[in-house]
């Protein structure tokens, strides 16, 4: 029987922090250099990427730096809004093609501008809008000249390398003795590595038309230097990347990303999806891009050029790699993988059986986009090929009979994009040769400079196969959906602004966990109240359901209700010009059957920066209790420069950990960062070789940053 849910806790303690800090309080201070000291666009961006970690659950080592390298060279760069151009302003995601558009056409009657004040003049560029994007532009009469000389490479180039380690201090079942006749009858009893991640990254920039660099990572449990990875690390990745020289659009060599249309064909990477902020829906691609995450799965390695012609685009791909994959049948003569069950996304190699699996098949990929751009409409059509080395032989269950199998497949996709004044009718439509079809259409309106609507509408089919794509869905993968979402956004006053969206979907065939056709819905409502730029505060409620099988064991599997719901309140204030604090609660509710669980949780921030000395202070302690891990609650973390944490609190328990930056000099900086969770009503931490023999888990996280 699961305990009673005590509210009087999360109660008490929540007025007692507001009491203490005198009123209801939070605020930001950005602790590293790619997203500035800008509390908004913190928040939002925070806002964002925790809705994609709870849409991601299960999914393992998610590097959402792909969602923001765009953002980096601005940052040192900033972007010179009299000479930008659509697809430069595109790069910030914060942007709908509105305010994009209204700007090109502002600076095309009116001539260049004189201030980045003047941008309140434009339709749709309010203030928030303004502070959104002031960190990473500029404004400015002469256009900017490169030479692309190699002295000027030299001189104008930049140079960035990170060193990270990561080590929970506790000793985990996988690090612990065991005895060796033990370990000879069960090789995958224990971890055939050291405990640590190690990460590394270099990469040379000049402005935003070369990029050089590469990437290296070690996870806990695999070996480094030694047994099975006697090269160092187990995954390595380099690009060199080149764009706008001449008619040369771009140019990719080695590890990068392809993005087209809406995604329902090509998309290789992440892309945010549904967020608070319910407009925003549509995907702007950006053609070939250069690679530079640690994911060891979805990239392409080879190279890819796009060309330009006019107002057409004409790009051309080959990729060749090895992927994980979890081989059924081997050749007895070469061991080549014959067939496999399945492609795997994890990517580890710390036990033999991982070992067997890695990179144990081929994956061959070429094609090609045409692309015809004008101002206010584009068009443009995708075709690609895919072949794995080995036959995918899917284990049959009846919800999977209609998931891809085989070994080759061909996509072919088109899709448009038109603007007419403040309207945005967008979409895209995909065949693939396994048989099926998707469509996705949508359409964006600023009916009012103070209200804006979205409606998109989405139709998969259940035997449409798209092993690259990434599209607007409920579904991690692009198959056996239909759904219609609805968004809106109201800015009330300067101060008051409400975001809204409903999508309803259906899923035409079963899925895993659901033995049946089921139909789902997402309501997520947002208030968001700014009365000066020092304080800012957001009151949010979502209530999702996606059916699940009945728990029963004595009954015929159905699907029914899965409902969870979350209320949350942020705040925000800044207490001085150094000192700023941040404060979050939350509370979630599960009801699936006879589960009902509910939770809590709440945090306090306090973030310690200032321009006249070296150091960055940031510290949290957050308190949960849930009622299992049905109602965990996913929580954004704060962590040195290019590492996102999103742990999800569950259980009972409190979680602290503290943040150190200093700058050695102008071009060394250190981190160091100690996290530690505490569990009040358990005796282990984890599970399988992960365990922990007691209540309590901690990690310490360094890193160092050179430039040059």
Same mark, same amino acid.
């Given at each position: 029987?699961? /305990?009673?849910?005590?509210?009087?806790?999360?109660?008490?303690?929540?007025?007692?922090?507001?009491?203490?800090?005198?009123?209801?309080?939070?605020?930001?201070?950005?602790?590293?250099?790619?997203?500035?000291?800008?509390?908004?666009?913190?928040?939002?961006?925070? $806002?964002?990427?925790?809705?994609?970690?709870?849409?991601?659950?299960?999914?393992?080592?998610? @590097?959402?730096?792909?969602?923001?390298?765009?953002?980096?060279?601005?940052?040192?760069?900033?972007?010179?809004?009299?000479? =930008?151009?659509?697809?430069? *302003?595109?790069?910030?995601?914060?942007?709908? @093609?509105?305010?994009?558009?209204?700007?090109?056409?502002?600076?095309?009657?009116?001539?260049?501008?004189?201030?980045?004040?003047?941008?309140?003049?434009?339709?749709?560029?309010?203030?928030?809008?303004?502070?959104?994007?002031?960190?990473?532009?500029?404004?400015?009469?002469?256009?900017?000249?490169?030479?692309?000389?190699?002295?000027?490479?030299?001189?104008?180039?930049?140079?960035?390398?990170?060193?990270?380690?990561?080590?929970?201090?506790?000793?985990?079942?996988?690090?612990?003795?065991?005895?060796?006749?033990? *370990?000879?009858?069960?090789?995958?009893?224990?971890?055939?590595?050291?405990?640590?991640?190690?990460?590394?990254?270099?990469?040379?920039?000049?402005?935003?038309?070369?990029?050089?660099?590469?990437?290296?990572?070690?996870?806990?449990?695999?070996?480094?230097?030694?047994?099975?990875?006697?090269?160092?690390?187990?995954?390595?990745?380099?690009?060199? !990347?080149?764009?706008? #020289?001449?008619?040369?659009?771009?140019?990719?060599?080695?590890?990068?990303?392809?993005?087209?249309?809406?995604?329902? =064909?090509?998309?290789?990477?992440?892309?945010?999806?549904?967020?608070? @902020?319910?407009?925003?829906?549509?995907?702007?691609?950006?053609?070939?891009?250069?690679?530079?995450?640690?994911?060891?799965?979805?990239?392409?390695?080879?190279?890819?050029?796009?060309?330009?012609?006019?107002?057409?685009?004409?790009?051309?791909?080959?990729?060749?790699?090895?992927? @994980?994959?979890?081989?059924?049948?081997?050749?007895?003569?070469?061991?080549?993988?014959?067939?496999?069950?399945?492609?795997?996304?994890?990517?580890?190699?710390?036990?033999?059986?991982?070992?067997?699996?890695?990179?144990?098949?081929?994956?061959?990929?070429?094609?090609?986009?045409?692309?015809?751009?004008?101002?206010?409409?584009?068009?443009?059509?995708?075709?690609?090929?895919?072949?794995?080395?080995?036959?995918?032989?899917?284990?049959?269950?009846?919800?999977?009979?209609?998931?891809?199998?085989?070994?080759?497949?061909?996509?072919?996709?088109?899709?448009?994009?038109?603007? #007419? /004044?403040?309207?945005?009718?967008?979409?895209?439509?995909?065949?693939?040769?396994?048989?099926?079809?998707?469509?996705?259409?949508?359409?964006?309106?600023?009916?009012?400079?103070?209200?804006?609507?979205?409606?998109?509408?989405?139709?998969?089919?259940?035997?449409?196969?798209?092993?690259?794509?990434?599209?607007?869905?409920?579904?991690?993968?692009?198959?056996?959906?239909?759904?219609?979402?609805?968004?809106?956004?109201?800015?009330?006053?300067?101060?008051?602004?409400?975001?809204?969206?409903?999508?309803?979907?259906?899923?035409?065939?079963?899925?895993?966990?659901?033995?049946?056709?089921?139909?789902?819905?997402?309501?997520?409502? $947002?208030?968001?109240?700014?009365?000066?730029?020092?304080?800012?505060?957001?009151?949010?409620?979502?209530?999702?359901?996606?059916?699940?099988?009945?728990?029963?064991?004595?009954?015929?599997?159905?699907?029914?209700?899965?409902?969870?719901?979350?209320?949350?309140?942020?705040?925000?204030?800044?207490?001085?010009?150094?000192?700023?604090?941040?404060?979050?609660?939350? !509370?979630?509710? !599960?009801?699936?059957?006879?589960?009902?669980?509910?939770?809590?949780?709440?945090?306090?921030?306090?973030?310690?920066?200032?321009?006249?000395?070296?150091?960055?202070?940031?510290?949290?302690?957050?308190?949960?209790?849930?009622?299992?891990?049905?109602?965990?609650?996913?929580?954004?973390?704060?962590?040195?420069?290019?590492?996102?944490?999103?742990? !999800?609190?569950?259980?009972?328990?409190?979680?602290?950990?503290?943040?150190?930056?200093?700058?050695?000099?102008?071009?060394?900086?250190?981190?160091?960062?100690?996290?530690?969770?505490?569990?009040?009503? /358990?005796?282990?931490?984890?599970?399988?070789?992960?365990?922990?023999?007691?209540?309590?888990?901690?990690?310490?996280?360094?890193?160092?940053?050179?430039?040059?």
């Amino acid at each position: 029987m699961q /305990r009673p849910f005590n509210y009087s806790i999360p109660v008490c303690v929540v007025l007692s922090l507001f009491l203490v800090n005198g009123m209801f309080n939070v605020a930001f201070s950005w602790h590293n250099d790619t997203l500035p000291s800008n509390g908004m666009h913190e928040e939002d961006f925070y $806002q964002r990427i925790e809705i994609m970690a709870e849409d991601h659950a299960g999914e393992e080592d998610i @590097d959402f730096i792909e969602l923001i390298e765009e953002l980096e060279y601005f940052v040192q760069n900033p972007l010179n809004l009299n000479y =930008a151009r659509e697809e430069d *302003l595109q790069s910030f995601f914060f942007l709908n @093609d509105f305010q994009i558009r209204n700007l090109l056409n502002h600076i095309a009657v009116y001539g260049r501008l004189l201030t980045i004040f003047e941008l309140q003049a434009i339709e749709g560029w309010d203030l928030e809008t303004i502070e959104l994007i002031r960190p990473y532009v500029m404004v400015a009469e002469e256009r900017p000249r490169r030479h692309f000389s190699f002295d000027d490479l030299m001189r104008e180039g930049r140079s960035q390398m990170f060193i990270r380690y990561q080590q929970v201090l506790q000793e985990q079942k996988g690090y612990s003795e065991i005895d060796p006749e033990e *370990l000879a009858e069960n090789p995958n009893a224990r971890y055939l590595g050291s405990p640590y991640r190690l990460y590394s990254r270099y990469r040379f920039t000049y402005y935003n038309n070369i990029s050089l660099g590469f990437t290296a990572q070690k996870h806990p449990g695999e070996e480094f230097f030694r047994g099975s990875q006697p090269y160092g690390f187990e995954f390595y990745s380099g690009h060199l !990347f080149m764009r706008d #020289f001449g008619r040369l659009r771009s140019l990719a060599i080695g590890d990068f990303q392809a993005q087209f249309g809406q995604g329902l =064909a090509l998309w290789s990477n992440l892309s945010f999806g549904k967020s608070f @902020d319910a407009i925003n829906i549509k995907k702007n691609p950006l053609g070939l891009r250069q690679y530079t995450s640690a994911d060891r799965n979805n990239f392409m390695r080879g190279a890819g050029s796009t060309f330009r012609f006019g107002d057409f685009e004409i790009t051309g791909f080959f990729s060749y790699k090895k992927r @994980d994959a979890n081989v059924l049948e081997y050749d007895t003569l070469s061991q080549e993988a014959l067939a496999v069950t399945g492609l795997t996304e994890a990517g580890y190699a710390r036990l033999p059986r991982e070992l067997e699996n890695k990179r144990s098949v081929d994956e061959t990929v070429y094609g090609g986009n045409v692309t015809y751009k004008r101002p206010n409409f584009s068009f443009g059509a995708t075709a690609y090929y895919y072949q794995l080395g080995a036959e995918l032989k899917r284990e049959h269950y009846v919800y999977n009979q209609f998931d891809f199998s085989g070994q080759s497949n061909t996509n072919i996709s088109v899709y448009y994009n038109y603007i #007419f /004044r403040n309207f945005n009718i967008f979409g895209e439509a995909a065949y693939s040769e396994s048989g099926g079809y998707a469509i996705l259409k949508g359409f964006m309106a600023s009916i009012d400079p103070r209200f804006s609507v979205a409606l998109l509408h989405r139709y998969i089919t259940k035997d449409y196969h798209s092993l690259m794509g990434n599209a607007f869905t409920e579904n991690t993968r692009v198959i056996n959906e239909q759904g219609i979402y609805l968004g809106l956004t109201s800015r009330l006053s300067r101060e008051w602004t409400i975001y809204a969206y409903a999508d309803h979907f259906s899923f035409p065939w079963m899925k895993w966990r659901t033995y049946a056709p089921s139909n789902g819905y997402d309501y997520l409502v $947002q208030i968001n109240f700014r009365p000066s730029r020092q304080v800012e505060m957001y009151l949010r409620y979502r209530n999702r359901n996606k059916p699940l099988n009945t728990a029963d064991e004595s009954m015929i599997k159905y699907p029914d209700d899965a409902i969870r719901q979350n209320v949350r309140f942020n705040i925000g204030y800044d207490v001085s010009r150094s000192f700023t604090f941040r404060n979050r609660v939350e !509370f979630s509710d !599960f009801k699936h059957g006879n589960n009902h669980q509910q939770g809590y949780m709440l945090y306090h921030d306090i973030i310690y920066r200032t321009l006249d000395k070296p150091w960055a202070v940031t510290l949290r302690y957050a308190l949960f209790e849930t009622g299992g891990h049905d109602s965990r609650v996913y929580v954004y973390e704060n962590n040195v420069l290019y590492a996102f944490g999103f742990p !999800f609190y569950s259980d009972k328990g409190s979680r602290a950990y503290l943040l150190i930056r200093y700058g050695v000099t102008r071009n060394i900086d250190i981190w160091a960062r100690y996290a530690q969770t505490f569990y009040t009503n /358990r005796n282990t931490v984890g599970t399988g070789l992960e365990q922990i023999d007691g209540n309590m888990r901690s990690e310490i996280t360094a890193q160092v940053r050179l430039r040059f």
